[in-house]
Nanobody, 117 residues
Framework: QVQLVESGGGLVQPGGSLRLSCAAS????????MGWYRQAPGKERELVAR???????TYAGSLKGRFTVSRDNAKNTVYLQMNSLKPEDTAVYYC???????????WGQGTQVTVSS
């Protein structure tokens, strides 16, 4: 059974930082491209960052410089370090795994991030 379990969300003040983690099980993690998406109330889900099997990251243009995605294949875990958080970063953040050589696509249950004073 495939599971993607996000953790690390919560309430943070503007300018603060959070580190999200997504622990994967049931997949050959190293052959999956991993991504972070977010969905704010009333908005569509959007890409935050992705990291390929080779460890090359890509970011939504507006987030580059504040967010950093990384992966640890030994721990089957992908991370999202979020700095200088803004109220508009408030959303549910989802982990995604896409097979690099297959069409398999999996989602986590999401973790809430709220940026507010």
């Amino acid at each position: 059974q495939v599971q993607l379990v996000e953790s690390g969300g919560g309430l943070v003040q503007p300018g603060g930082s959070l580190r999200l983690s997504c622990a994967a099980s049931g997949i050959a993690f190293r052959v999956y491209n991993m991504g972070w998406y977010r969905q704010a109330p009333g908005k569509e889900r959007e890409l935050v960052a992705r990291i390929g099997t080779g460890g090359i990251p890509t970011y939504a243009g507006s987030l580059k410089g504040r967010f950093t995605v990384s992966r640890d294949n030994a721990k089957n875990t992908v991370y999202l370090q979020m700095n200088s958080l803004k109220p508009e970063d408030t959303a549910v953040y989802y982990c995604n795994a896409q097979g690099a050589y297959t069409s398999w696509d999996y989602w986590g249950q999401g973790t809430q991030v709220t940026v507010s004073s």
